[in-house]
Nanobody
Framework: QVQVVESGGGLVQAGGSLRLSCAAS????????MGWYRQAPGKQRELVAR???????NYADSVKGRFTISRDNAKNTGYLQMNSLKPEDTAVYYC?????????WGQGTQVTVSS
């Protein structure tokens, strides 16, 4: 059973920082941490940052220059460093992992940014 677990969320004041972590396990096949998404109340899930082919990375325009995605393939872990947080960054953040073309998601971690 593949498991994806996000951690590191919390309550932070505007301008602060948080570092989210994602740990994937439970497969004999390689698990690729693909990216981070978020969903705010009443809104659809949206892309925050993701790895594309090779080492390219896509960032949502709203987080460019503030957020940095990284991963450790050997450990099946991923990270999202979030700096200069804004109230509009408040959402549940989800990690996306893939095994071949199958997507796996965690339960998410809540990030709340107060003004």
């Amino acid at each position: 059973q593949v498991q994806v677990v996000e951690s590191g969320g919390g309550l932070v004041q505007a301008g602060g920082s948080l570092r989210l972590s994602c740990a994937a396990s439970g497969s004999i096949f390689r698990i690729n941490i693909m990216g981070w998404y978020r969903q705010a109340p009443g809104k659809q899930r949206e892309l925050v940052a993701r790895f594309t082919s090779g080492s390219d990375i896509n960032y949502a325009d709203s987080v460019k220059g503030r957020f940095t995605i990284s991963r450790d393939n050997a450990k099946n872990t991923g990270y999202l460093q979030m700096n200069s947080l804004k109230p509009e960054d408040t959402a549940v953040y989800y990690c996306n992992a893939q095994i071949y073309t199958y997507d796996y998601w965690g339960q998410g971690t809540q990030v709340t940014v107060s003004s």
